[in-house]
């Protein structure tokens, strides 16, 4: 529920109207004099006040929505006025904070003059307030470190960050396959540059000769396998190591549940997601964003319409989502958004203009805020138009031109009414933020890190055993003949090593090929062809029963999602 402590900068709304018409009772304007965020209810959240009040309901807030205007005309303390509103009703949020200002609502806002004069325009008393905020930062540089297995990330998100061709895709996609079939844990980039040399065909003439040959003959079998197409992957992979993906992939892997959290008072957690170096690579940022909705779509259960939702996921600069993507992405989007709803997660895309986002994903944002476009040019005049049909027309408003006309902090709102269907358009005053307008230092942001409830657990990485040391360790065991000296100067494993040196004398497995009898040939070939057998049979077992997935990703069934990612058990 809403907190209402005078502490709180709050907006009481007594009705559970979205967008107040002439016909909505009286109580649903905020009461005169009292505190901006004493106009919030348990219900609804006041988000601005014109000629009626705009409120969004929280019970349909789960059906998505977008917040668009130029830039500079007041998108960001917009999201930042919704987030506190969520919040202080109890929902987590996560929002990607692109310039920095974001932050600020880790911090008790000021009285300045602009603030004050808006609250009084609106009847209101203005109160600061700050909130409950963890910072998260791909790189671990302001924020907790955010990874991901490249396993869980899976191949049809891992092409659309590196950029590749159909072709390029699919041998992708045959990697990955080999790799959950063997039981190979693909935790970071080089367990997957290992992988990707691994189903290169081999040069050698004898594959019996070869330790990974179970690996290539599994792949082969998927098609060819060219090593041309892998080397374009691999240098695919150096640009995105250069961007410091590597970085993003690794372990421990982020529990999405610390993104769902409540304070002591029952305040949602504001996650922020530290984004001005991550948006120097955009398809890192977008489809690591992505991999998010994704994941909390296969994680979360069905819960259908609740009292409010149980995240609010922004997703700032969401045109680079929809940049370039090809349709089958643009599909299993467009599917997601429209699914996860039903889990009690809220998208709001924040982007310039309506257009950025496509028509079957705009369809299902219901809860809309229009700030000011720019028209200087026929181009620019369309997009305008474009963006007012966006509305649901209301007869007193020329939405077209009226977009033009707003002014920094007015908007054009449109929010869900109780029965689901749009209210209509409405020209509004967002009403002011209770926290800091701008970013935190560096000293507050360190103390905010220090007294955050993840502290430690993701800021060290873990480099255990995967597939990078699995595949090396077969090569250097196939290289080394028994009985070799181990690092440590003993000889051989003791016992066990001499009856592994007798048994290699007898079989020639520690005899060079061009010294062995006859027999000796024939006896290390039957031999290397039935322990590479056994291995594979045995890998792929593991891989298909247990769902092995070493250093931390163990247990899970090898079945991928609607965005391929790893869906876990």
């Known amino acids: 529920m809403a907190k209402k402590t005078s502490k709180t900068v709050s907006d009481k709304a007594a009705s559970s109207t979205s967008v107040s018409s002439s016909k909505a009772a009286p109580a649903a304007t905020p009461a005169s004099g009292g505190s901006v965020a004493s106009a919030d209810t348990d219900k609804t959240i006041f988000i601005g006040k014109g000629d009626q009040s705009a409120f969004l309901t929280l019970g349909l807030a789960n059906r998505h929505g977008l917040v668009t205007g130029a830039t500079g005309t007041g998108k960001t303390v917009t999201l930042q006025v919704m987030a506190e509103g969520f919040a202080r009703a109890g929902v ?83 990697a990955f396959r080999v790799a959950d079939e063997h039981g190979l844990a693909l935790v970071d980039m080089k367990d997957l540059r290992a992988l990707l040399d691994a189903i290169v065909p081999s040069s050698a003439k004898d594959d019996d000769l070869d330790p990974l040959q179970d690996i290539r003959k599994a792949a082969q079998s998927f098609g060819n396998v060219s090593k041309a197409t892998v080397g374009t992957i691999q240098r695919q992979l150096l640009v995105l190591e250069n961007q410091g993906a590597d970085k993003f992939f690794g372990e421990p892997a982020l529990q999405l549940k610390d993104f769902m959290r409540t304070d002591s008072s029952g305040r949602g957690m504001v996650n922020i997601l530290v984004a001005d170096r991550l948006m120097s690579s955009p398809k890192l ?85 229009q700030h000011a476009l720019r028209a200087f040019t026929p181009r620019d005049q369309k997009a305008v138009q474009a963006a007012a049909q966006t509305f649901r027309p ?113 079989f020639g497995t520690n005899t060079p090929r061009g010294k062995m009898s006859t027999g000796q040939v024939i006896a290390r070939s039957v031999t290397r062809s039935v322990t590479n057998k056994v291995a594979g049979d045995v890998a792929a077992s593991i891989g298909k029963s247990v769902g092995g997935s070493l250093g931390g990703s163990i247990g899970r069934s090898i079945v991928r999602n609607v965005l391929g990612s790893l869906l876990r058990r």
């Open 92 to 174: 987590p949020v996560f929002a990607a904070d692109i310039k920095g200002d974001l932050s600020g609502i880790a911090e008790v806002g000021e009285a300045k003059d602009f603030i004050l004069s808006r609250a009084k325009d609106m009847g209101l008393q203005f109160q600061p307030d700050q909130f409950s905020t963890i910072f998260w930062d791909v790189f671990g540089e302001q924020g907790h470190p955010v990874r991901a297995t490249v396993t869980e990330m899976g191949p049809l998100l891992l092409s659309q960050m590196l950029q590749l061709n159909d072709v390029q895709e699919g041998v992708l996609n045959v």
């Open 285 to 369: 940022y977008s489809t690591f964003l992505l991999w998010m909705l994704s994941e909390l779509f296969e994680q979360l259960p069905e819960v259908g319409d609740p009292a409010k939702p149980k995240l609010v996921f922004f997703f700032d600069e969401a045109h680079l989502l929809f940049d370039d993507a090809p349709k089958p992405l643009m599909d299993k989007i467009e599917q997601v958004v429209r699914l996860i709803r039903s889990k009690g997660v809220g998208v709001y895309f924040v982007t310039q203009n309506p257009i950025d986002v496509p028509d079957k994903i705009l369809a299902q944002l219901g809860n809309r805020v």
């Open 394 to 506: 209301n007869p007193a408003l020329d939405t077209a031109q009226v977009i033009t006309e707003l002014g920094k902090g007015e908007a054009l709102v449109s929010f869900l009414e109780g029965n689901g269907t749009p209210a209509m358009v409405e020209r509004v005053m967002i009403r002011p933020p209770t926290a800091r307008i701008g970013p935190v230092t560096p000293d507050e942001r360190k103390a905010i890190m220090n007294a955050s409830p993840v502290k430690g657990k993701y800021d060290t990485a873990v480099d255990a055993e995967s597939a990078f040391e699995i595949l090396q360790k077969r090569l250097s065991n196939t290289a080394a003949p028994v009985g070799t000296p181990s690092a440590d100067g003993s000889e051989g494993g003791g016992v066990l090593g001499q009856i592994g040196s007798i048994v290699g004398t007898v």
